[in-house]
Nanobody, 131 residues
Framework: QLQLVESGGGLVQPGGSLRLSCAAS????????IGWFRQAPGKEREGVSC????????NYADSVKGRFTISRDNANNTVYLQMNSLKPEDTAVYYC????????WGSGRSPVSYSYEYNYWGQGTQVTVSS
C-alpha cells in the first residue's frame, strides 16, 4: 500500500518547538518533491513549505519563514519539518504530500491550487500551540 504517514504533532506552548516527520511506505520518496500543508479550523488549507526531490531547493510561506525548516533524509525515506518559535496561529492539522515538483511555489498562485498535482497525501497530524 502506497502511503505517507505524518507524526510528531502535539500540544506545545507558544515559543516552543516541534519536529514533524513524513514517512513513506510502499514507494521511495527519492523522485518526489514533498510539500507540507496545514488547515486550521474554519480556514482554508494553505501551503507551508516544500522541498525538491534532491533537497537542493526549499520554499516557505511568508508566515513561517525564518521559523520553520524543511529537510529530507532519502536514505530513511522521510521528510521533516522543524518548527521553532511556534505561535498560536500555527495551530492546525499538518499534512504532507508528494508530487513531481513543488507546484505553485514562486508562481504567484497558492500551492493549494495545485493540490491535484500531489499524488499522495498523509492523514495529517494535529499541532496545537497554546498556553
Amino acid at each position: 500500500q502506497l502511503q505517507l504517514v505524518e507524526s510528531g504533532g502535539g500540544l506545545v506552548q507558544p515559543g516552543g518547538s516541534l519536529r514533524l516527520s513524513c514517512a513513506a511506505s510502499g514507494f521511495t520518496l527519492d523522485y518526489y518533491s514533498i510539500g507540507w500543508f496545514r488547515q486550521a479550523p474554519g480556514k482554508e488549507r494553505e501551503g507551508v513549505s516544500c522541498i525538491s526531490s534532491s533537497g537542493g531547493s526549499t520554499n516557505y510561506a511568508d508566515s513561517v519563514k525564518g521559523r520553520f525548516t524543511i529537510s529530507r533524509d532519502n536514505a530513511n525515506n522521510t521528510v521533516y519539518l522543524q518548527m521553532n518559535s511556534l505561535k498560536p496561529e500555527d495551530t492546525a492539522v499538518y499534512y504532507c504530500a508528494a508530487a513531481k515538483g513543488c507546484y505553485g511555489w514562486g508562481s504567484g498562485r497558492s500551492p493549494v491550487s495545485y493540490s491535484y498535482e500531489y499524488n499522495y497525501w498523509g492523514q495529517g497530524t494535529q499541532v496545537t500551540v497554546s498556553s
